[in-house]
């Protein structure tokens, strides 16, 4: 049976998913979603812009795959946002999954209101420009990490994981795995001061 990565790793929380990569390709912590309850998982279709322009963004929009994550280095520039309430909301009628941005945005209040996960280092007010192109399907740098056309972007609450495509099924399969341990483990000890004890102690050594 085939498997569906994006799906599966979908089900998962981005800390297992750390887990599965022994906290490998975790994207710095600034890097946070515009509202707690964003979730997201797909594959990266990667756009590199210069500081303060957002033209090759636009472009990426009208290229990538419905499904696709949009992951854009705009080299941690805060000065101007790569794109506000309006061109994201383009990005989501054609089925862009969301968008993860070592850079900031704008307008929160219609992205927010647009239910459209957005991941990046903050807010301005300041439009970006139009003048210069960048780059898109290349390997980029974005909070730290590589990410390259195709790899799966998972991100909640707690921060964004990049899983390198030709790891999706090792990576899955020890994120499952821990997931299940911590279910395991939640059942066993949570409320019995006893057991709490006992597994306190058994890290320790005692």
Sequence with gaps: MTVNYVEEFAK????CVSDGL???NAMDFAIKPLAQQYKIAGRAHT????KGQNKEFLKAIREAN????????????TSKAIAG??????AKTLGIKGVVTNGVVRDVEGILELDFPVFCRGTTTVAGSK???GYSNIAISCGGVVVRQGDIIVG??????????ERENEVL??????LRKDEERESRVAGDIEAIYKHIDGILGN
Excluded at 85 to 90: E, N, P, T, V
Aim: charged share 30%.
């Design 12 to 15: 998962l929380p981005s800390t």
């Design 22 to 24: 022994a906290g490998q």
């Design 47 to 50: 756009v590199k812009i210069p």
């Design 66 to 77: 419905a499904g696709d994550v949009l992951v854009v280095d705009a080299e941690d520039d």
């Design 85 to 90: 309430d309006f061109i994201l909301g383009m």
């Design 131 to 133: 003048s210069d192109a």
């Design 156 to 165: 909640d609450r707690d921060g964004v994981v990049v899983v390198p495509k």
């Design 173 to 178: 399969e020890q994120a499952q795995k821990k």
